[in-house]
């Protein structure tokens, strides 16, 4: 009998320290973060989540692209003229395309360009709002309210993050060079042919 309650007694008291334990690790995650800690949190999700992919233009090496920091994040960069593409591979069942940097796609929705994501405020998201950041990411609507965003932009899995991790990407997005750069607004299919240079 005396094994029993010694037994049970462990087992409440092991339940007891692994509550605790969880209600304290659960606060802490819950605790509101400084700017400083916003930013790093920010900084790790823009960079794991693959941002720089599209939204930073290329620098080529022996390995291959990787992005030029000097432009980081700054989009498709103004005065990049579109490669010739063959417009006959391109639709529902075939391909789409992006040319050397990533940062402009070409498919059945016409030609998307990656947005500049640095905070100035002409050209960037320097104007935009963290309500307006976090609005654009879960309804895919730029600046919260404008147009679709365009493929292959991942809004839909970005706006299932957490408020506390969008606003910290917003607050490191906020945090880094405004790079002024003047985006073009996408290109719809009946006026592809215009924007694709002559082969």
Same mark, same amino acid.
């Given at each position: 009998?005396?094994?029993?309650?010694?037994?049970?007694?462990?087992?409440?008291?092991?339940?007891?320290?692994?509550?605790?334990?969880?209600?304290?690790?659960?606060?802490?995650?819950n605790k509101p973060l400084t700017?400083?800690?916003?930013?790093?949190?920010?900084? +790790?999700?823009?960079?794991?989540?693959?941002?720089?992919?599209?939204?930073?233009?290329?620098?080529?090496?022996?390995?291959?692209?990787?992005?030029?920091?000097?432009?980081?994040?700054?989009?498709?960069?103004?005065?990049?003229?579109?490669?010739?593409?063959? $417009?006959?591979?391109?639709?529902?069942?075939?391909?789409?395309?992006?040319?050397?940097?990533?940062?402009?796609?070409?498919?059945?929705?016409?030609?998307?360009?990656?947005?500049?994501?640095t905070p100035d405020n002409a050209?960037?998201?320097?104007?935009?709002?963290?309500?307006?950041?976090?609005?654009?990411?879960?309804?895919?609507?730029?600046?919260?309210?404008?147009?679709? $965003?365009?493929?292959?932009?991942?809004?839909?899995?970005?706006? $299932? $993050?957490?408020?506390?991790?969008?606003?910290?990407?917003?607050? +490191?997005?906020?945090?880094?060079?405004?790079?002024?750069?003047?985006?073009?607004?996408?290109?719809?299919?009946?006026?592809?042919?215009?924007?694709?240079?002559?082969?």
């Amino acid at each position: 009998m005396r094994k029993i309650i010694f037994a049970v007694f462990f087992l409440a008291a092991g339940s007891l320290i692994l509550f605790v334990q969880l209600s304290c690790t659960q606060q802490a995650d819950n605790k509101p973060l400084t700017q400083a800690e916003m930013v790093a949190r920010g900084k +790790y999700l823009v960079n794991s989540g693959g941002c720089s992919d599209c939204h930073t233009p290329k620098v080529y090496t022996d390995m291959g692209p990787v992005p030029d920091t000097t432009k980081l994040l700054a989009g498709y960069y103004a005065g990049e003229k579109l490669p010739w593409a063959d $417009l006959s591979m391109i639709g529902p069942g075939k391909w789409v395309m992006t040319e050397q940097n990533f940062s402009a796609w070409l498919g059945p929705w016409g030609i998307s360009y990656a947005a500049n994501l640095t905070p100035d405020n002409a050209t960037g998201i320097g104007a935009m709002s963290e309500e307006m950041f976090i609005k654009t990411l879960r309804e895919g609507k730029w600046m919260g309210v404008g147009r679709p $965003l365009m493929p292959p932009m991942p809004w839909q899995g970005i706006g $299932l $993050l957490n408020d506390q991790d969008l606003k910290c990407m917003y607050a +490191y997005l906020q945090s880094i060079k405004p790079i002024h750069n003047p985006v073009p607004q996408p290109t719809p299919p009946d006026k592809v042919a215009e924007m694709i240079a002559k082969k």
